[in-house]
T-cell receptor, first 115, second 113 residues
Framework: GAGVSQTPSNKVTEKGKYVELRCDPI?????LYWYRQSLGQGPEFLIY????????DSGLPNDRFFAVRPEGSVSTLKIQRTERGDSAVYLC?????????????FGPGTRLTVL | KNQVEQSPQSLIILEGKNCTLQ??????????LRWYKQDTGRGPVSLTI?????NTKSNGRYTATLDADTKQSSLHITASQLSDSASYIC????????????FGKGTKLSVKP
């Protein structure tokens, strides 16, 4: 596609529920990143995929968070037993290779609200 | 601890005026520094990227500078336009980080007519 897309754009859920957030990267980009951005803050790294494997998941806050990229393209971020503190904008970005050397292209984000 | 600090937190200027945003970082070993523009409700968009050996880079009315010795960067916006209203985020990458970028909190710029 022309850019990184994310669905849904907004998600409202109740505390304790399970949610899935989807990211479609730019075609051909091997690297995919998930970030979380709280109001008034910069994005915080969550997890990075190179191809199908999670190369670095050190930013995931706890074991309620999990992400997959089974075919090396689309990725899903999964949050179990959501808590109010999980409310944030979840950003996805992709790049041709390692983002250390390549430009990252960001999606518009999914705004998650946990009531 | 690797950190990126930006100032000011917010800034209001009149259309047509210039402004300069500041970024200080403690990331080591340094790989590169980027400035992003983030419009409200959108993802960040890259403006410039500079490596250790580069001390200035321009993108239209945006000019970024880098002093790797003092670990400081600035983003200068010339002849501001209403569409420049956004958050400007300084992002630093550590060498070998594979892309675990470290983001500042951003400077929220408002350009008024």
């Amino acid at each position: 596609g022309a850019g990184v897309s994310q669905t849904p754009s907004n998600k409202v859920t109740e505390k304790g529920k399970y949610v899935e957030l989807r990211c479609d990267p730019i075609s051909g980009h091997t690297a995919l990143y998930w970030y979380r951005q709280s109001l008034g803050q910069g994005p915080e790294f969550l997890i990075y995929f190179q191809g199908t494997g999670a190369a670095d998941d050190s930013g995931l806050p706890n074991d309620r968070f999990f992400a997959v990229r089974p075919e090396g393209s689309v990725s899903t971020l999964k949050i179990q037993r959501t808590e109010r503190g999980d409310s944030a904008v979840y950003l996805c970005a992709s790049s041709r290779g390692l983002a250390e050397y390549n430009e990252q292209f960001f999606g518009p984000g999914t705004r998650l609200t946990v009531l | 601890k690797n950190q990126v600090e930006q100032s000011p937190q917010s800034l209001i200027i009149l259309e047509g005026k210039n402004c300069t945003l500041q970024c200080n970082y403690t990331v080591s070993p340094f790989s590169n520094l980027r400035w992003y523009k983030q419009d409200t409700g959108r993802g960040p968009v890259s403006l410039t990227i500079m490596t250790f050996s580069e001390n200035t880079k321009s993108n239209g009315r945006y000019t970024a500078t880098l002093d790797a010795d003092t670990k400081q960067s600035s983003l200068h916006i010339t002849a501001s336009q209403l569409s420049d209203s956004a958050s400007y985020i300084c992002v630093v990458s550590a060498r070998g980080s594979q892309g675990n970028l470290i983001f500042g909190k951003g400077t929220k710029l408002s350009v008024k007519p």
